[in-house]
């Protein structure tokens, strides 16, 4: 046998020793972690208090509350362009009295008063002549006994006019 082939063999040897050791030590450091981890997670359950399970419950509350407020809130302006849009677009001698708007369908149900029937022609035509208005129905037109003409009025507005109303309202 060659005369290298000892060292190399306790070489070897002093390797898998220092191997061997080393994964002892390593294996015992995880198992003391992993210990201390166990403790750790028992102290924060400890901590989880009736206390702090009602607040966290609170806070999500406020949390939806919050989300259902935010919905509301851009709901109303919606609403609120659309009025700015038919403060835009009144006859002046006409008075819209009852006001139905459905966002999901894009339609809008008006009554109005007009001082007599020429006002109201001239507010059919201003509304006739809206690009953001798909359809037009009027109904219920009654000439009251002070000679005010009492009307109804079923909008159907364009698929993006909410689209464009919160882009640019005067468009």
């Known amino acids: 046998m060659p005369g290298w082939i000892n060292p190399l063999l306790g070489f070897f040897l002093i ?25 750790l997670d028992i102290e924060i359950a400890s901590l989880r208090t009736p206390a702090v399970n009602k607040l966290e419950k609170e806070m999500k509350a406020l949390s939806e509350g919050i989300t259902r407020f935010t919905e509301l809130f851009e709901k109303r302006q ?8 038919f403060s835009e677009i009144c006859h002046p001698r006409v008075q819209f009295r009852d006001f139905d708007l459905s966002v999901k369908d894009a ?48 909008i159907k507005l364009a ?10 309202p005067k468009q």
């Open 15 to 39: 390797v898998l020793l220092a191997v061997v050791l080393v994964y002892f030590f390593l294996d015992r450091e995880v198992a003391s972690l992993q210990g201390k981890i166990e403790d």
């Open 78 to 85: 919606l609403t609120a362009d659309v009025f700015g849009f």
């Open 159 to 168: 698929d993006d006019f909410f689209d464009k109303t919160l882009n640019n």
């Open 107 to 154: 339609t809008l149900s008006l009554t109005g008063v007009a001082d007599n029937f020429r006002v109201l022609g001239e507010q059919i035509l201003i509304l006739q002549h809206e690009e953001r208005i798909q359809q037009l129905q009027m109904s219920g037109v009654v000439l009251t006994d002070e000679g005010f003409v009492e009307f109804k009025l079923s």
